[in-house]
Every structure is written in structure tokens, then in C-alpha cells.
């Protein structure tokens, strides 16, 4: 098989799961109410007929998302091991005007590293839903009714990413950038009974949108500027300064949506409202993976124009330490994971900013296999102890041993712990970051200093809120004397533990010279792009900074194993814990002018508007009714008022004639 058929069956085999998911039928939604109520032979013979074609059809749905992501799985490690270089296969689509719009595939050693991760978490994520989204006996609303739609939903997803990967143009590119966006608005609303929900799913589709308008109009502005949309076109037309840096801030509008970096971060906080494993996908593989990965797929644009990477630089610093500082108040440990997503994708667009891609997207492959571990992780916490607030846990270790280990490897990957995965590739953004700073890159060097310091900063943070998630979370008395919590069953299970390994020791793949050399292919070929692995003097400041964030936060919990080490930022907690407030500024600023636009706009529309065609109606109306009340009059009188018109007409016509 080719290495084109392979690339281009990767994003086809989950979208027909998905499709033919879709078609399969719901059946009607019970609750114990219904339940209740249910009475006579007739009655339980129809709820029996239900339960069996909801069970037939939450099994074939099973079988297609597990099906579907496996597949894609096995296409992306075959790719992966067949691909020899660079490989893009493409057929022209349509054209109109001068413009080229065309299928095909664009291959490389990144890309296809970056499927296998997208396709590995996505399988992973479809056999823990098995279990996840499971009706408990005791639920009012039966979860399980909606099973069908949400396992296609998450297969779309995985196609939608994995086009993305792969698309040799931009629009086929476009096209999977905003499926994503539909999906993620349909998943993080699937769960009904949290009130919470269809307004978290409505706030990340309408701020993503803001940015995808950037995304397609720096689209539009390259495919004009090159006459075709194909990406290898793209890349090799001569663009003028200003259509490149137009295009590129435009592009970054579109980066910031979709991997939730300042100033449009806050959607993804409030998206833990959707189902755990959902949560996974979106951090881990999928949308705010995508940003990143668009930047290197571009990347020799961006490396053509400083002021750019400058912007981008000064984005990632900030969202860097933004969603630090905020996941060091949450109480809720999705919101934890959540923030700590911010920030970590601020790292990869950080090492974007100082001119390296394969540092980038080293961290990109190691994040999607801790951050997946600890989102699944946490569900199995979340599923055992029936609540997210970290205030209710306490005492988990022993009583949930296997899913506390898988914890201890999730949060020490994310902390930067050597020899963990997270340790290798965070290494790798800063000593991008040290070769920046001293002039080695495409940015100025002060872009260089910015992105190592504060990575340096979020290294101490970072480890100071994974300390105290593990501590408050497992550690202590139990804060809920009725809750008897276990590890999780084995759908659950096996996810959580298969992860661990990627999570452990994806990170020394970075001194395995296959691994590295189809990661350094995101480079373009470029002979000085920065080293992807770094074991020097440098790794001593940031284990220190390390030390010094988990020391504190022990030191913290031991002085009172009751409390909560945040309560030592003291008046910085809310502020921490709002993030600054820029969500309610954004509120303020955006969300109600445009809410007080719209009623406007509606009342002038019903009172303008509908007023005039309404007024002109009832007018019309009440002419008609009087002229009709005239003629409802009674025959002698109307008699006589037909010969007092006869005699007046007559009359006229005499006088006109004789003055004539």
C-alpha cells in the first residue's frame, strides 16, 4: 500500500465510522419517573423492546468508535514505519478564477508521529467511554440513550484532526479545523443533566470562532498572494513582507482560538463541563493541538517574518504563566488539568516562538500522553468518589493504588521529573529558548530571553500545583466518611495503564536517532534548527526550580494536612482562581455590548420593522371594515343613496356640458 493511499485512509476510516454512527437510532429516554410509572403487561413489554434496541444500538456504536480509532491506529503506525521521507500526493479539486483548490495528502516523519498520537488517545478514549458513560442504577436521566451519537461524535473529531495532519491544502485543512469546532460543541454539551454544559459548549464554539475568522482570512490572503491553496505552492511563493505578516497574525488569531492561548484562552476552563474523557481528547490530541500543529506545518512562513514570531512569543509568555498561576487556586481537579493545558501549550508556542518546531512538537507528543493519562485518570477518581472538588477527596492511595500510581507518573511527567517524559521534552523548549536568546534564532533575541525565563518560572509553579493536586487528592484523611471508592473497572482500567507507559518513557525516544529524525523534519529541512534534546549545566536550574516548587508545597500540606496549600497565596487566591478576571473583562468588554446590540437590533426589528408592516396591515384592516360597515347598510336606504349618486352624477355631467 502505498504511502498516499495510507495517509489519505487515516482521516477516511474514523469519518465512515463516524457517518454510519450517526445513522444509528435512539432509543426513547427513560428515567425513573417513567419507570415509575410503567404499568401492564403492554407497558413492560415496550419498555423491555426499548431497553433491547437502546442495548443493539449502544453495542454497534461501541463497535464503530473502537473500530474506527483502531483502524486509524494501525494506519498511522504503518505510515509511520513505512515512510521513508517527505511523500505528497494531490488532485486538483476545482478552480475558480485563478485560484487552485485541490485533494491530497502532505507527508511527513512529524506528521505521522503526531497521528499515531492523535489515533492512540482517540482509541483510548473510545474504550474508556465504554465504561464512563455507563447508566448507573441509581441515575435519573439514562446517559446511555445519547451513547450512539457521542461515540460517532468523537470518531468525526479524531477525522476532523487527522485531516488536519495530513491535508497537502489549506482548505481540505480549513475544513477539518472547523469540523473540530462542531464536535467540540456537540461533546462538551452531551451531558444534559449539568446545567452548566450547553452554555460551555456555546462560549468555546462562539470564541474559537473569533479566531477561525483570522484562520480563514490569512487562508485567503496566502492562496490569493501564491494563486493555489496547496501547501508545497504556498511555501514556495515569494511573498511580500506585509502579505506575510498580515498573514501570519491572521493565522495566529486562529492558533489562539484553537489551542486556547491569551487573549482567547477562556473557553477552555469552562469546556471540563463536558464528559471527562472528552475533556482528554480535546487537551490531549486533539484542538489545542491543532494550533501548534498548524504553526509547524507552516512554519517557513512564520520563520520569514520576526514580528510575527515576536507576537507569537509574547502570547506564549503570557499564557504560559496565566494558566500556571490560575491552576494553583482550582479547587476542581479537571479545572486544574484544564489550566495546566493553557499552560503547557503555552511551552510549545513558546519553542515556536524562538524558531523551533521539532522542540514544539516533542512536547506536543509527550503532552498528549501525560495530560491524556491524567484526564482519564481523574475521571477514574471522578467516577469512584462521585464529585471533581479536591476539598471532598483525601485518602485515595491506598484505597485506589493502581489509578494513585498512574497519577504519581501523570503528574511528575507534567512537573518536569526526570527521567518522565515531560522532563525531556520541557528541556527541549528551553534550551531552544537558551540558543534564542543568544542570537540563534529567527526571532530577536529578546523573544529568546522572554519565552526561557518564563518557562524557567512556570517550572516552579507548575511543580508546586501538581504537588498539591496529588497531596489534596490522595494523600490525608478521607474528607467523605460515606464514599468507599476502588479502582476503577477494567474499561477504565486498561486506558489509564496503557497510557502510563507513553507517559514514563516517550521522553528518551528523543536520544533514539529514528524518533528524532522524522521529528526534525518539521524543520523544513532547515540546517540550523535547535537541538531537540539538551544534557548539560542547564538541566541543574530548572531540577532546582523543581525542588524548591514541590518542597513548598509539602512543606504547606504538612504543617496541616487538613488545609489547603493554596490558602497561602492568601488575597492572590481569588484573583488566582478567576484568572485574573480577564474572563469577566471579556464579559464586559464583548459579551454584554454585544448582548445589548442584539436587543437593540431585536427591538427596532419588532417595533420598527414588524411595527410598519403590522401598522399597514391593521390600517389596511379598519379602511376595509369601515368601508364595509357603509355597505352593510339596509336596501331602502341604500336605494336612496344610490339615486342621490345617480342624481348627482347626472347633475355633473349637465353642468360640464353646457360650460362647454
Known amino acids: 500500500m502505498s504511502t498516499a493511499l495510507l495517509g489519505a485512509l487515516l482521516p477516511a476510516v474514523p469519518l ?36 433491547e434496541q437502546e442495548s443493539v444500538a449502544r453495542r454497534v456504536a461501541i ?26 500526493a494531490s488532485t486538483t479539486w476545482i478552480r475558480f478564477g485563478g485560484l487552485t483548490v485541490t485533494l491530497g495528502v502532505r507527508l511527513d516523519g512529524a506528521a505521522a508521529l503526531v497521528a499515531v498520537a492523535v489515533a492512540a488517545v482517540a482509541l483510548a478514549v473510545q474504550v474508556y467511554s465504554i465504561g464512563y458513560l455507563k447508566r448507573g442504577p441509581h441515575d435519573d436521566v439514562d446517559v446511555d440513550h445519547r451513547y450512539p451519537p457521542y461515540a460517532a461524535q468523537v470518531s468525526l473529531f479524531t477525522a476532523a484532526m487527522l485531516l488536519v495532519v495530513v491535508s497537502g491544502d489549506l482548505i481540505m485543512l480549513l475544513v477539518g479545523w472547523e469540523v473540530m469546532g462542531i464536535c467540540s460543541y456537540l461533546l462538551i454539551a452531551h451531558d444534559r443533566r449539568l446545567p452548566e454544559a450547553p452554555a460551555a459548549a456555546m462560549k468555546a464554539f462562539l470564541v474559537t470562532r473569533v479566531g477561525d475568522v483570522g ?22 511563493h515569494d511573498h511580500g513582507t506585509t502579505t506575510l505578516t498580515a498573514a501570519g497574525l491572521l493565522l495566529l488569531a486562529g492558533v489562539a482560538g484553537k489551542s486556547a492561548q491569551f487573549p482567547l484562552h477562556t473557553w477552555l476552563p469552562d ?19 491543532a494550533g501548534v500543529y498548524a ?78 493519562l491524567l484526564f482519564l485518570a481523574a475521571g477514574a477518581v471522578i467516577h469512584a468518589v462521585g464529585t471533581t472538588l479536591m476539598s471532598r477527596m483525601g485518602g485515595l492511595r491506598h484505597r485506589m493504588p493502581v489509578t494513585f500510581w498512574c497519577t504519581v507518573i501523570g503528574l511528575g511527567a507534567l ?40 518557562g524557567l518560572v512556570g517550572v516552579a509553579i507548575t511543580a508546586w500545583y501538581a504537588t498539591r493536586l496529588l497531596l489534596r487528592t490522595f494523600f490525608g484523611a478521607a474528607r467523605d466518611p460515606l464514599a468507599t471508592p476502588h479502582d476503577p473497572p477494567v474499561p477504565l482500567r486498561w486506558p489509564v495503564l496503557l497510557l502510563a507507559v507513553p507517559a514514563a518513557l516517550l521522553g528518551l525516544a528523543g536520544f533514539w536517532p ?31 526550580l523543581l525542588l524548591l516548587g514541590v518542597g513548598l508545597a509539602w512543606a504547606g500540606w504538612r504543617r496541616d494536612t487538613a488545609a489547603d496549600p493554596a490558602d497561602a497565596l492568601g488575597p492572590l487566591r481569588p484573583v488566582f482562581a478567576r484568572a485574573f478576571r480577564l474572563d469577566d473583562v471579556q464579559h464586559a468588554l464583548v459579551v454584554r455590548p454585544m448582548a445589548a446590540l442584539g436587543r437593540t437590533v431585536r427591538a427596532v426589528d419588532e417595533r420598527v420593522v414588524d411595527g410598519a408592516a403590522t401598522g399597514t396591515g391593521r390600517g389596511a384592516r379598519a379602511l376595509g ?36
Open 63 to 88: 463497535g464503530l468508535g473502537v473500530a474506527g480509532a483502531a483502524g486509524a491506529l494501525a494506519l498511522a503506525v504503518a505510515l509511520l514505519v513505512t515512510l521513508d521521507g517527505p511523500a505528497e
Open 415 to 454: 512537573a518536569g521529573v526526570p527521567p518522565l517524559s515531560g522532563f525531556w521534552s520541557k528541556e527541549g523548549v528551553l534550551a531552544a529558548a537558551e540558543d534564542a536568546l543568544l542570537g540563534d534564532g529567527p526571532a530577536p533575541a529578546w523573544v529568546g530571553w522572554l519565552v526561557f525565563l518564563t
Open 295 to 372: 504553526v509547524t506545518r507552516l512554519w517557513p512562513l512564520f520563520a520569514a517574518t520576526p514580528t510575527v514570531l515576536a507576537v507569537l512569543g509574547v502570547m506564549a509568555s503570557v499564557t504560559l504563566l496565566l494558566g500556571a498561576l490560575a491552576a494553583t487556586a482550582q479547587d476542581d481537579i479537571k479545572r486544574v488539568l484544564a489550566w495546566s493545558t493553557v499552560s503547557q501549550i503555552g511551552y510549545m508556542t513558546g519553542a515556536l516562538a524562538v524558531g523551533s518546531p521539532p522542540a514544539a512538537l516533542f512536547h506536543l507528543l509527550t503532552h498528549a500522553a501525560f495530560k491524556a
Open 16 to 51: 465512515a465510522a463516524g457517518l454510519v454512527g450517526l445513522l444509528l437510532p435512539l432509543a426513547p429516554r427513560r428515567s425513573a419517573t417513567d419507570q415509575a410509572a410503567t404499568t401492564g403487561q403492554a407497558a413492560v413489554t415496550d419498555q423491555t423492546a426499548a431497553i
Open 514 to 544: 529514528w524518533f528524532t529524525d522524522r521529528l526534525l523534519s518539521s524543520a523544513a529541512g532547515d540546517p540550523g534548527a535547535p537541538r531537540l534534546m539538551h544534557v548539560g549545566p542547564l538541566v541543574l536550574l530548572p531540577l532546582a
Open 215 to 236: 484562520f480563514l482570512l490569512g487562508i485567503a490572503l496566502l492562496g490569493v498572494s501564491a494563486g493555489s491553496f496547496r501547501i508545497a505552492d504556498v511555501l514556495a
Open 625 to 660: 371594515g369601515g368601508l364595509g360597515t357603509l355597505h352593510r347598510a339596509a336596501l331602502p336606504r341604500a336605494a336612496a343613496a344610490l339615486l342621490a349618486g345617480v342624481l348627482l352624477i347626472g347633475l355633473a355631467t349637465a353642468l360640464i356640458g353646457a360650460t362647454s
Open 271 to 289: 469546556a471540563m463541563a463536558g464528559p471527562t474523557p472528552i475533556s482528554a481528547l480535546i487537551h490531549a490530541a486533539t484542538m489545542v493541538a
